[in-house]
């Protein structure tokens, strides 16, 4: 007898479909690119892709080559995902014969899902590093913006006190501004990309008695409204419910893949980084990076190296091939239990040098994340975007619409004004436009637009 266990199903969560359910014209010619592969090329040519470039991974508006910024570490990301994706489907078909017959391309397509959804990652978090997130949110938690949120539903309030890189990501892969509407929502990616890339697929506010504890509930991968577009696309994926009426579903299957790929990267990659600028000392990073390999006794290198640096790249390549094996064999041994939402837990929390990472981000932590650069222009980024948010709101919400306001409404883009949009915009939508575009600034843009606005220093050629 067939087992009425609810289960998530392969063929439906690598659903080619476009959002929202586009329709592609006729055609008898075989496609150049797979969908997914066009998924991968349309985050690509995004402008919220392109700004990644001038964003802060670690170190602040880095001048030398080796220091990574969002963008490297988002291509970083997709390459490790790419592998990780093919590798561990390949092992489900090895198991799974039917699988295999049925799904004749599974490792193809898992692993270009899982490289356009790790490169879409980061494509929400705002300027000024890690911290940018907190600075948003610090900014609605103040005393400032506390006339803005009355008219809000303590849902709604949630998604900006609690600001979440992940949940503007989405926004940004699904939202068409009105101002410029051509039709399709968003970059128009597939389902599966989009499940794919939403490692937290619930809202900012559940009911405790819907949550379980797991990796997919630390943060929030939606804002209020983009609910119904995330319950749509939850749907058509056939995703587990948890509380489907509130937006709340167990995850894509290859999200554990996204997650894992970047837990990887931004572990050895930033840590690489804090070694390359001397934060951390080689003697200390090296033999912890070598003890991860865990090599055989007396195994002889076939490479003479000219200085540790060199060195430590051979290193940090080996060993993320290393541990991308380990992950694939992790992810395929849980694949039963993730399909039937039994299995919520970071996969790299099981690889056999687990305590060798958390070291690693010890490290990292107290030597490189709290260096002074970092903690200045972490700094700076609380005054530069709480002051931006701080100044157009006032303005937005400026019932006189006085002289000062109506120029500040002016610098605005027209995507990002209410007035572009259709009558009778609600405060929430207002504010979550205007933070669309502090988020989406790179650090030099808001920073000079906000030396702009308080008269500190004028736009260069005045």
Request: aromatic residues 8%; contains cysteine; proline residues 5%.
């Amino acid at each position: 007898m067939a087992s009425s266990e609810p289960i998530m199903s392969w063929p439906r969560l690598l659903s080619q479909r476009r959002f929202p359910d586009q329709q592609l014209p006729p055609t008898s010619a075989a496609p150049v690119r797979g969908a997914f592969v066009a998924d991968y090329d349309r985050v690509v040519f995004s402008s919220a892709f392109r700004r990644l470039q001038r964003k802060t991974q670690v170190m602040p508006l880095p001048e030398t080559d080796f220091v990574h910024t969002r963008l490297t570490h988002s291509l970083e990301t997709a390459v490790v995902g790419r592998s990780l994706g093919r590798l561990a489907a390949r092992h489900l078909m090895e198991a799974d014969a039917a699988l295999a017959e049925q799904l004749p391309n599974f490792d193809q397509d898992c692993g270009d899902i899982v490289a356009a959804a790790c490169l879409a990652h980061d494509i929400g978090n705002p300027p000024f590093g890690h911290s940018g997130e907190d600075a948003i949110s610090s900014y609605f938690l103040s005393a400032a913006a506390a006339p803005f949120l009355e008219q809000l539903s303590a849902a709604e309030v949630a998604d900006l006190q609690h600001f979440e890189g992940n949940a503007a990501g989405f926004r940004i892969l699904t939202h068409t501004y009105a101002a410029h509407s051509t039709g399709t929502a968003g970059l128009g990616l597939t389902y599966a990309t989009l499940g794919a890339f939403t490692k937290y697929p619930k809202p900012s506010l559940v009911a405790d008695a819907a949550r379980t504890g797991g990796a997919s509930e630390k943060k929030y991968g939606h804002f209020q409204s983009e609910s119904a577009r995330f319950q749509h696309v939850a749907a058509a994926l056939g995703l587990l419910a948890k509380d489907a009426a509130n937006g709340f579903y167990h995850r894509h299957p290859l999200a554990f893949l996204v997650e894992a790929a970047d837990d990887l990267c931004y572990r050895i990659i930033d840590f690489e980084d804090g070694l390359k600028l001397g934060l951390i000392a080689p003697e200390t990073g090296l033999p912890l990076l070598k003890r991860m390999l865990n090599d055989p006794a007396g195994r002889v290198g076939s490479v003479q190296w000219h200085d540790w640096r060199e060195e430590l790249g051979y290193i940090r390549a080996r060993l993320i091939g290393k541990l991308v094996a380990e992950l694939a064999t992790l992810f395929a041994h849980h694949a039963p239990a993730i399909l039937r939402g039994q299995y919520d837990q970071s996969l790299i929390k099981e690889l056999s040098c687990w305590a060798d990472l958390q070291e690693v981000q010890r490290l990292s932590i107290n030597q490189l994340y709290r260096s002074r650069p970092v903690l200045e222009i972490e700094a700076a980024g609380f005054e530069v975007l709480g002051g931006l948010l701080d100044a157009f709101l006032t303005a937005i919400f400026d019932a006189s619409q006085g002289h000062r306001s109506r120029k500040l409404l002016l610098l605005l883009p027209e995507q990002f004004r209410a007035e572009g949009h259709q009558a009778g915009v609600s405060a929430y939508e207002k504010i979550l436009l205007l933070t669309d575009f502090v988020a989406g600034m790179t650090d030099q843009n808001a920073l000079s637009l906000y030396k702009t606005i308080k008269g500190i220093e004028l736009p260069k050629g005045f």
